[in-house]
């Protein structure tokens, strides 16, 4: 079963309920970081790394003793990634998809690719639990593809919990589309509640049912709370606002190894969504 | 005119409250929402719509039916795994499409063709502060660094004509495509950042990549009391990197009061925490 923690807003506590659950359920678990931009789990989860993987992608380069300048590449290409300017092509490698549509359009066969790095991928353990996070090369624009090539290590025998990137786009869709169940963590206030429901409307979209953590949920307002109830959507946990957990979180220490009574709600909640699912 | 922009690498450090206050401390502005992915700013500047304009993102590759022959050779220059078969035809998966075309090229049949779509929408407002240019990208899209691209020009050219002296920027989480394209032609970027491990770590790959695009950047802590050891931590290396920290901010309750109400904190109250945010300004403008 696939698991993914997402929240509309960054910064709303997910990576503190991604790492709670994994370390309340331990046995056969998978745990995958896949904010590639911003990678934090392994702050909490510590864990041994064993694996370490680089991921391409193709880039096109021209050879210029083959290249007419007759600028089919840069027609073809819809990214505005190549331009040819005088006779010479110019490619603008943070703006190519590296599709290779240029290089299947090229008359003369003169554009060829090249590996180029966008970052890298790593794997190990964190006592029980088995751990992978990808991390975007600082640079790069594409968070994707990094996610695309994480989402190929997960085993689905395992249960296997998914950090997501924040936001509603295409990392955040990437990072969550083939979850059996998503957990949305929101904070009650007017900006969490804008997130959550741009969140709700993505995994609407996708079809996967869902609930949500309020995280904090003393320090705002009633809005987000009467939002689930009108639209019969249920709140798995709320935590309290506690200055002992935000300063555990600043230490990067996983609260639930001294509020052990989570340990506790977060198996209940698995429990819980097991039941639903099956 | 100088544009200044507000990132944090990590989310919820408090990116948007502080924008929110430079918009109401600085005079002759314009504002933008960066964060077109999750867009907040709008809840505490209240616009009133002046104009919205649609965004045409991307686009999708779509197979007509009637002529598909079922090659499959469109399947086999897809990257992005896009296309599969079904009952003898090709179909597209929309969201998995990046619309680049390849598979345009190859149909033998001619039977492929790029769609535009809608992927959001654009808006030019005001609000008692001044203009505000803000965006929403519809759900489930790519592209966002473009749509941050299309907005912030159209402030510039707003500035232009009304001889603004600012254009502020909320700008989003991360450090993918839309912080990129918000960091283009920046004069200053600000890091709010918070003394957790991840708000540093995350803190040092933005400024990383603020550094690679050549973009001077300035450091505010935010929620400094929340761990003091970090807090000094985070002193240390700006030091080294050389990055002024502009103030440090306590954590407060009154943050989130004033989200609620929906102002910014600096009209809000008179606590410390709104005079430590108007003295930070002092040292920005
Ligand atoms: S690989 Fe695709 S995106 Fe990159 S330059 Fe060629 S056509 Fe453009
Ligand atoms: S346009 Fe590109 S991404 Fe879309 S289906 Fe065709 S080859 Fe695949």
């Given amino acids: ?278 | 005119m100088k544009q200044i922009v507000v990132i944090s690498g990590k989310g919820g450090t408090g990116k948007t409250v502080i924008t929110a206050s430079f918009a109401a401390l600085a005079k002759n502005k314009i504002m933008v929402d960066a964060d077109v992915d999750a867009a907040n700013l709008y809840l505490l500047l209240n616009p009133k719509i002046k104009s919205e304009n649609a965004y045409v993102g991307s686009q999708s590759a779509f197979i007509d039916a009637e002529k598909c022959i079922g090659c499959g050779k469109c399947e086999e220059v897809c990257r992005f795994s896009a296309i599969a078969e079904k009952d003898e035809v090709y179909c597209v998966d929309d969201l998995s499409c990046e619309g680049c075309g390849s598979c345009v090229l190859v149909c033998p049949e001619k039977a492929i063709t790029l769609e535009k779509e809608e992927t959001g929408k654009w808006f030019v407002s005001d609000t008692k502060y001044g203009p505000f240019v803000h965006a929403k990208l519809a759900i489930a899209q790519e592209n966002s660094g473009k749509l941050v691209s299309v907005i912030r020009e159209k402030a510039k050219d707003i500035a232009v004509e009304k001889n603004a002296d600012y254009v502020i920027i909320d700008g989003p989480p991360g450090i993918g495509c839309p912080v990129i394209a918000s960091l283009s032609g920046i004069d200053t970027a600000i890091v709010v950042t918070e003394p957790s491990l991840s708000g540093m770590h995350d803190m040092e790959r933005v400024i990383g990549v603020a550094k690679h695009f050549g973009v001077e950047t300035k450091a505010i802590i935010n929620k400094y009391d929340i761990n003091l050891e970090n807090t000094e931590n985070i002193k240390k290396f700006c030091e080294k990197e050389r990055i002024e920290v502009l103030g440090h901010l306590p954590f407060s309750d009154i943050v989130s009061h004033s989200i609620v109400k929906g102002v910014p904190i600096v009209e809000f109250c008179d606590e410390k925490i709104a005079k430590d945010i108007a003295n930070i300004w002092e040292k920005i403008k």
Avoid at chain 1, 131 to 148: D, H, N
């Fill in chain 1, 1 to 278: 079963m696939i698991i993914a923690v997402a929240s509309g807003k960054g910064g709303t506590g997910k990576t503190l309920v991604a790492t709670g659950l994994a370390l309340s359920l331990k046995d056969n678990v998978q745990f995958f970081d896949c904010d590639v931009e911003e990678p934090n789990a392994s702050i909490f989860l510590k864990p041994k790394i064993e694996k370490k993987e680089i991921v391409y992608l193709p880039k096109p380069i021209v050879e210029p003793s083959h290249c007419t300048g007759c600028g089919k590449c840069a027609e073809v290409c819809q990214y505005n990634a190549i331009a040819v300017v005088k006779g010479k092509v110019l490619i603008f490698n943070e703006l190519c998809h590296s599709c290779g549509a240029c290089s299947l359009a090229c008359p003369e066969k003169a554009i060829f690719e090249v590996d180029s790095e966008k970052g890298v991928l790593e794997g190990g353990r964190s006592n029980d639990i088995e751990f992978w996070q990808g991390s975007l090369k600082v640079g790069e624009a594409a968070p994707t593809p990094l996610i695309k090539a994480l989402k190929k290590k997960v085993d689905n025998k395992k249960t296997v919990i998914i950090d997501s990137s924040p936001g509603t786009s295409c990392p955040m869709v990437e990072a969550v589309k083939d979850a059996d169940f998503v957990i949305l963590v929101t904070e009650p206030t007017p900006f969490g509640l804008n997130d959550l429901t741009l969140a709700i409307e993505v995994v609407r979209q996708l079809k996967i049912p869902f609930g949500v953590i309020i995280n904090r949920c003393d320090k705002g307002d009633e809005k987000v709370e009467l939002y689930c109830q009108e639209n019969k959507i249920p709140i798995l946990i709320r935590i309290p606002f506690d200055r002992k957990i935000a300063e555990l979180y600043s230490k990067g220490i996983p609260f639930v190894t001294e509020k052990k009574e989570y340990l506790v709600k977060f198996r209940e909640m698995f429990k819980l969504i097991n039941k639903e699912l099956s």
